[in-house]
């Protein structure tokens, strides 16, 4: 169109936003946002958040449990300055998020007004994958465009757009052409049967599982390759999905953050094949050898960066789900060897009659009540793994924590995560687990819960103390460390201050009374339950290198 038609780059950029799927706005609204939020259209959505790291995070939740990009409107540079911890761990979580913030007006910014988004590209990096505020407002909607295909494409991630306030009433130049890209990156053909080939040529295989896997959709694939394969498979270091049943046969455990452990837990394999995930996600550092010694590695991810950090090894890129059908076809058939050995598991906590209960008492009780499909998003830092013995991943798509480990995440992801069953109709619960410490960083997102009369059970273990901290400090030897107990939080009220149902129980038989309470309730529940204080080892002394 010409440059004097009424078509505007607002009306051409919401229609661009139609036909990519993106009806569905996260923010807190600010001023240099109002022209873009002006008349907001009845087809869509703004999901309100009361800070704008909840805003992200609940955008990342409602990506990944639709598996499609999500929009997030942010204010200028104070807003994106909130929401960089947010933004930090949606790029590690690869999530494809398309995050615009408002800039001043043009014509103001070269005296640098209140509020100016200054060198505007360089808050959010080096966590989106690309930053970019557009050279005059009729380049929005390709600009838009733009991001939307770099959010999608391998490795997905967030994008990041600065655009000017008066740029929205400005003429456009037409309607805004919509194109299409691959999600997928297919292995090189002579590559993958050299791998399959190390593969069957290997005495005693292990399997590392890693999140790019369930986000393929290749849980399928990843059982059918185990079996053909007959190797053990274990979870990979900090991985924030499941890719494996955490049931079946072949699966042994999650490993842990720390190279020595690692070394120590895979000693005997001859070869360790990671797919979709790192090499490796430490925290700790406990001295040892990245893999034990005698083994080799290899690594498949569609990532070059984690490709390139590996400290070990031979890579290849590919799509996850790609690569294990590729691997499936070309591997030696072992499936009428017998099942290795599998790790001892968890036996349920004798009862106690103390109180307050132990995180595993509180678990064990969780897992007596829990609904099959119910899909749980977790930020419990200190006993998450207690957690996983009581409530096993079963299916694709029913587990969800941080690749980042930066805490507040989750609690507004969360309600990401449900929103997307509300609007997908699955009807699916969504249960949040997380720790009185760690609720505390994003405790506003309980509002959102309770305006959208969301699905979400919150179960909160109340230790009131930074457990996860005082484990450190053993591990680290740095004793003394000050402000690490939290005696003064009253998590029933803050619940119920949002509008969420707020309630305490200290009794198995309390704790699974409240818990099919809620189940049975609309809108959300917060259950509270004191539980012990407890160190544990955050290496168990059994896998020390």
């Known amino acids: 169109m ?52 909840s805003a992200v995070a609940m955008a990342d939740g409602f990506a990944q449990a639709t598996g499609s990009p999500a929009l997030v409107n942010l204010h200028t540079n104070a807003g994106t300055g909130n929401g960089m911890g947010s933004i930090m761990t949606a790029f590690q979580n690869k999530t494809p998020l398309i ?57 997905a991630g967030p994008v990041f757009l600065s655009i000017p306030l008066d740029d929205w009433d400005q003429p456009a130049l037409g309607i805004a052409d919509v194109r299409t890209v691959s999600s997928r990156v297919a292995p090189d053909p002579d590559r993958i049967r050299e791998f399959a080939s190390r593969i069957s040529g290997a005495k005693k295989p292990a399997l590392i599982y890693g999140p790019e896997i369930e986000k393929a959709g290749g849980w399928e694939a990843g059982i059918a390759l185990a079996e053909k394969l007959r190797a053990p498979v274990f979870r990979a ?105 599998r790790r001892e598991k968890k ?29 749980v998003v977790e930020e419990s830092p200190s006993n998450f793994m207690q957690f996983r013995d009581y409530w096993p991943a079963l299916k694709p798509m029913r587990y969800f924590t941080y690749a980042s480990g930066g805490l507040g995440h989750n609690a507004p992801s969360s309600v990401g995560v449900a929103l997307a069953q509300k609007k997908l109709g699955t009807g699916l619960p969504v249960v949040m687990l997380i720790g009185d410490g760690s609720l505390q960083y994003s405790v506003q997102s309980l509002a959102s819960a309770a305006q959208h009369n969301l699905k979400i059970i919150y179960i909160v273990p109340c230790n009131r103390e930074y457990a996860i901290l005082k484990e450190f400090a053993v591990l680290e030897r740095t004793p003394n460390v000050p402000a690490l107990d939290l005696p003064y939080l009253d998590i029933v009220s803050l619940a119920q201050g949002y509008g969420v149902r707020g309630i305490k129980a200290d009794t198995k038989e309390q704790i699974q009374a409240a818990f099919r309470q809620a189940l049975a309730a609309e809108g959300p529940t917060l259950i509270a339950v004191p539980i012990k204080q407890e160190l544990k080892p955050l290496i168990p002394p059994s896998v020390k290198a």
């Open 99 to 155: 995050i615009t913030a408002g800039q001043q007006t043009r014509e103001m910014i070269i005296c640098d007004p209140l509020l100016t988004n200054r060198d505007e590209t360089m808050l959010p990096r080096p966590y989106v994958k690309w930053a970019y505020e557009p050279k005059r407002a009729q380049d929005v909607p390709r600009a838009i465009m733009r991001a939307y295909a770099l959010a999608l494409q391998p490795p």
């Open 237 to 341: 270091p900090a991985s924030e999905r499941m890719s494996i049943s955490e049931t079946h046969p072949l699966f042994q455990m999650q490993l842990p953050q720390a190279m020595g452990p690692i070394s120590t837990i895979l000693a005997g394999y001859d070869l360790i094949v990671v797919i979709g995930a790192p090499v490796f996600r430490y925290y700790p550092y406990v001295p040892g050898p990245v893999v034990p010694a005698g083994a080799e590695l290899l690594q498949i991810t569609n990532d070059p960066t984690d490709a390139g950090s590996a400290l070990i090894g031979d890579s290849l890129l590919s799509d996850a789900k790609l690569a294990l059908l590729a691997l499936h076809d070309l591997v030696e058939d072992r499936s009428s060897l017998p099942l290795p050995a």
């Open 347 to 375: 036996t349920p906590p004798a009862s106690s009659t103390g109180m307050p209960l132990t995180a595993e008492e509180l678990y064990a009780a969780l897992g007596e009540v829990r609904p099959e499909d119910a899909i």
């Open 2 to 53: 010409s440059a004097g038609n009424a078509f505007t780059v607002w009306e051409a950029t919401y229609d661009l936003l139609r036909k990519l799927g993106l009806t569905t706005v996260f923010g807190n609204p600010g001023s240099t946002e109002q022209p873009f939020l002006k008349n907001f259209p009845s087809d869509f959505d703004y999901i309100l958040a009361l800070q704008e790291a």
